[in-house]
């Protein structure tokens, strides 16, 4: 079945390091890929995406690379702040029988970064 | 501000007793979901719906009832709460995928309740 494997937490970084949050996966088909966030007490947001292989989602300073040939999508941010603290979650969308995307969503088990001043 | 709005943001139960868990949308998406979350297992589908009137069993339904009577409301139902059902929990919704379309817009989540039966 399809699945999200994420790196363990928690990931403990100063500030201005540079993040990587590994997130590999098992999927047939083509899946759209996300990263979302979720901050102390909220609940989820869409960081960013990636719909096809080789796309490259950005927001807010992260990016992640959709690497079909190594079924990676690796989160990644040049210079983390103390705001950047949060949990982390890779996702991917389940393919139906027919082909094309469900509205199904994998998510990994979610990566706590926490960024010292 | 459009989005899902879930309610309440905090509840405590006793065991046995019974409770809904409100979640409303106005951004006309037929498709809606409630996950729960609990450390170091991610999230899990709880149940989900296409459409007014159609509902389906996730990952983890034992204990939890859904029906979806407007687009707008997808109510969560705890027949009798059990401690292990001491979770935080989402509700998320997003346009229904098109049969053949590869993109997916993915999710847009409630704020969440943080339920704790003791």
């Known amino acids: 079945g399809n699945s999200v494997t994420q790196m363990e937490g928690p990931v403990t970084l100063s500030e201005e390091a540079f993040l990587t949050i590994n997130c590999t996966y098992t999927?047939?088909?083509?899946?759209?890929l996300f990263w979302y966030v979720q901050y102390p007490g909220e609940g989820l947001q869409l960081l960013l995406k990636a719909t096809k292989a080789d796309d490259k989602g950005s927001n807010k300073g992260f990016e992640a690379t959709y690497r079909k040939e190594t079924t990676s999508f690796h989160l990644e941010k040049g210079s983390v702040q103390v705001s950047d603290s949060a949990v982390y979650f890779c996702a991917l969308s389940e393919t139906a029988n027919y082909g094309g995307a469900t509205n199904k969503l994998i998510f990994g088990t979610g990566t706590l970064l926490a960024v010292q001043p | 501000n459009a989005g899902v709005t879930q309610t309440p943001k905090f509840q405590v139960l006793k065991t046995g007793q019974s409770m809904t868990l409100q979640c409303a949308q106005d951004?006309?998406?037929?498709?809606m979901s409630w996950y729960r979350q609990d450390p170091g297992m991610g999230l899990r589908l709880i149940h989900y719906?296409?459409?007014?009137?159609?509902?389906d069993q996730g990952e983890v339904p034992n204990g939890y009832n859904v029906s979806r009577s407007t687009t707008e409301d997808f109510p969560l139902r705890l027949l009798s709460a059990a401690p292990s059902q001491t979770s935080v929990y989402f509700c998320a919704s997003s346009s229904i995928q098109l049969p053949g379309v590869w993109r997916s817009s993915g999710y847009t989540f409630g704020s969440g309740t943080r339920l704790t039966v003791v």
């Open positions: 999927a047939t088909g083509y899946p759209s």
């Open positions: 951004m006309n998406h037929e498709y």
């Open positions: 719906s296409v459409g007014a009137g159609i509902t």
